[in-house]
T-cell receptor, first 113, second 106 residues
């Protein structure tokens, strides 16, 4: 089946630094990728829709200047958490696919000290 | 009210028991996904359903489009089935249920 990878799987950073998370579709092209955030013991929350070659669409309440999304190619979308703070610590997951056939990445656990 | 509701929230079962997790949705969707999330966090897509029923090993998923309801069944449950199971409806975006935490005791 289709595979979506994320890198890194785990990152610990100091408050104020920026962190980049990559989401790659390994064996298919994805014009749209989705980024989610999951707090402990809660379900996934859609943050933004990443569109190849155009600006991402952010969900209400998600700061676009805080969470920068770049979808530079049909196989790669990146999420950059800028000036990270401890409250940004969370599990970040991406999905990619064709229409309603979506495949999830393994997730990236971000811890901001 | 969430667009996708799951029940139960928590479920503990003895090894070998038949398990059912229910999902109801109120939004228009083109497909319904059942996802499995282990404690490490990674998500595995178990099923994608548009209609009817699908079976994979000991797992069975059904959907009733008219009633906007889906169920995930696990036959002969095993401790390695312990995970969080998430129901997600996909229209133009995903609508996630809050998950069902399953613990299967040996």
């Amino acid at each position: 089946g289709a595979v979506v990878s994320q890198h890194p799987s785990r990152v610990i950073c100091k408050s104020g630094t920026s962190v980049k998370i990559e989401c790659r579709s390994l064996d298919f092209q994805a014009t749209t990728m989705f980024w989610y955030r999951q707090f402990p013991k809660q379900s996934l929350m859609l943050m933004a829709t990443s569109n190849e070659g155009s600006k991402a669409t952010y969900e209400q309440g998600v700061e676009k200047d805080k969470f920068l999304i770049n979808h530079a190619s049909l196989t790669l979308s990146t999420l950059t958490v800028t000036s990270a703070h401890p409250e940004d610590s969370s599990f970040y997951i991406c999905s990619a696919g064709r229409g309603h056939e979506q495949f999830f990445g393994p997730g990236t656990r971000l811890t901001v000290l | 009210k969430n667009e996708v509701e799951q029940s139960p929230q928590n479920l503990t079962a003895q090894e070998g028991e038949f398990i059912t997790i229910n999902c109801s949705y109120s939004v228009g969707i083109s497909a319904l996904h059942w996802l499995q999330q282990h404690p490490g966090g990674g998500i595995v897509s178990l099923f994608m359903l548009s209609s009817g029923k699908k079976k994979h090993g000991r797992l069975i998923a059904t959907i009733n489009i008219q009633e906007k309801h889906s169920s995930l069944h696990i036959t002969a449950s095993h401790p390695r089935d312990s995970a969080v199971y998430i129901c997600a409806g996909f229209g133009n975006q995903f609508y996630f249920g809050t998950g069902t935490s399953l613990t299967v005791i040996p």
